[in-house]
């Protein structure tokens, strides 16, 4: 199983070898591709999950450091950039993104679910609450990840 996600078509795809299992609305970037530090870019290239956090954790719970900081309830003003429910936490296997897990570059959730499917985070790959619940379930840490702009 490997995970690819498209820039240009913000989608992310669930593949068995060239069968594709399912397909997810993203949003990725709004400040386009990129591998530079203090870019907030989302990266291109080969990478794998290195870690998993919020096992257990109602959806829409508040990470902070990756930890739990309580509830965001859907439909509450807030115009921070919460990571919300879930992260899979990425490491970029080339030496052009070998910086990204300490970019802290995540698939997670979002409080800004209606930006889905545009380009409007700071670098990371957000999805929306149920679509990172099944895929969260299905994808062990160390599935492959490809980032690409097309």
């Not at 992310?12 to 069968?19: A, Y």
């Not at 950039?81 to 990204?100: K, Q």
Request: charged share 25%; hydrophobic share 30%; proline share 7%.
């Amino acid at each position: 199983m490997q995970l690819h996600v498209s820039i240009a078509r913000q989608e992310l795809e669930v593949r068995d070898g060239p069968e594709v299992l399912r397909r997810y609305p993203v949003s990725t970037s709004r400040f386009g591709p990129g591998c530079e530090e203090n870019s907030f870019k989302t990266p291109l290239g080969r990478f794998r999950i290195a870690e998993k956090h919020g096992h257990d954790a109602p959806p829409y719970t508040i990470f902070r450091g990756r930890r739990p900081e309580g509830t965001w309830a859907p439909g509450e003003g807030d115009d921070a950039d919460l990571v919300l429910t879930r992260i899979l936490w990425l490491e970029g296997l080339e030496p052009a993104n070998s910086n990204t897990y300490d970019r802290y570059i995540y698939i997670h959730g979002t409080n800004h679910e209606e930006h889905i499917g545009t380009p409007a985070s700071q670098g990371c790959i957000r999805m929306r609450t149920n679509d990172l619940l099944e895929l969260f379930d299905i994808v062990p840490e160390g599935t492959a990840v490809t980032i690409c702009e097309v």
